[in-house]
């Protein structure tokens, strides 16, 4: 995901919200971070952004943009707008949040309990399609190395070994 200018440090303090802060990421770029210890079922943020048809989510994805999410069969979120905090939520491979759908909604929310400070991530939930392109840098001992959904984990753990590559 793309980051601000690195030369702000933090995020805009108006895109903070009640349970999280943004602002520089080891994992990549800026992050969101718990603001206090947070319980399990938690709803973090919202994800939102410019609602747009499969279609156009396509072209939007070929021009590569990174910030589209699925909102249903039809729709699909695009998040690269300024004003979608959850857009610097970073990917890992040993999530503390995920992704839930509510009425045309999306919800990142904690499914474990989160410690004040610690960031706040979830899965991405790529596909293999061209998944070399998009490594991942979550330092997680679960990390397979690429942001791929969990279900195809065993996947790209055998193409790892099979190439001699180290998740």
Known sequence: MNAPNSETRSVDPLMETEWVVFKESSIHGFGGFARRDLPSGTTLVEYVGEKIDKAES???CEANNVFIFSLNDQYDIDG???WNP???LNHSCSPNAEAQYADDHIWLVAIRDIRAGEEI???YG???E???EY???CGSPNCVGFMVAEEFFDYVRKQNAAEGVSS
Do not use: G, H, M
Request: charged content about 30%.
């Open 86 to 88: 959850a857009r610097y």
């Open 121 to 123: 991530t979830f899965n």
């Open 58 to 60: 396509a072209r939007r």
């Open 135 to 137: 490594p991942c840098e």
């Open 126 to 128: 790529f596909d293999l």
């Open 80 to 82: 690269n707008v300024i």
């Open 130 to 132: 061209n998944y070399r």
